[in-house]
């Protein structure tokens, strides 16, 4: 039997995950890129997005950087969940803004991963920074030959 190769693995993890993920599909977001340990997502600020100062809500810009996280994070074909997450916000996001979330492995050791996750606007500007530390569980996305 022959083997997958990492990049593949990434893209049927993403696959798997991305049918039963209600929220990323939700917000609008668009998987632009995955492969080992790294995912780049976008997402429209859409009026709904807004908060009450007519900026993108911290709390979109936070779930567009941590479903980076967790495509980056699960592309190993490993269920892996969040343990902790911190971001920082350095500018705002608009309505009509198209926001770009690049989420990479910084390390992975036996069940735990770090990932650091920039968001910018396409003009890139630098709207967030995000750590995720994420925990692998047991389970796989999809059924891999032995090989």
């Excluded at 100062?53 to 950087?65: E, K, N, R, V, W």
């Amino acid at each position: 039997m022959s083997r997958i190769s990492d990049q593949e693995r990434a893209e049927r993890s993403s696959e798997a995950m991305l049918r039963d993920d209600h929220t990323t599909k939700g917000f609008g977001m668009k998987i632009e890129a995955v492969g080992p340990g790294v995912a780049t997502i976008s997402m429209l600020v859409r009026k709904d997005h807004l908060n009450g100062h007519g900026t993108c809500h911290g709390g979109a810009i936070f779930t567009l950087a941590d479903s980076a996280f967790a495509f980056a994070c699960n592309s190993h074909n490993k269920v892996s969940v969040a343990q902790h997450c911190s971001v920082t916000f350095l500018a705002p996001g608009r309505e009509s803004d198209r926001l770009i979330a690049k989420a990479r492995e910084v390390t992975l050791a036996g069940r735990s991963g770090v990932y650091d996750v920039t968001v910018t606007r396409e003009d890139e500007v630098v709207i967030a920074e995000f750590r995720g530390l994420s925990r692998t569980v047991s389970g796989t996305h999809f059924e891999e030959a032995a090989g």
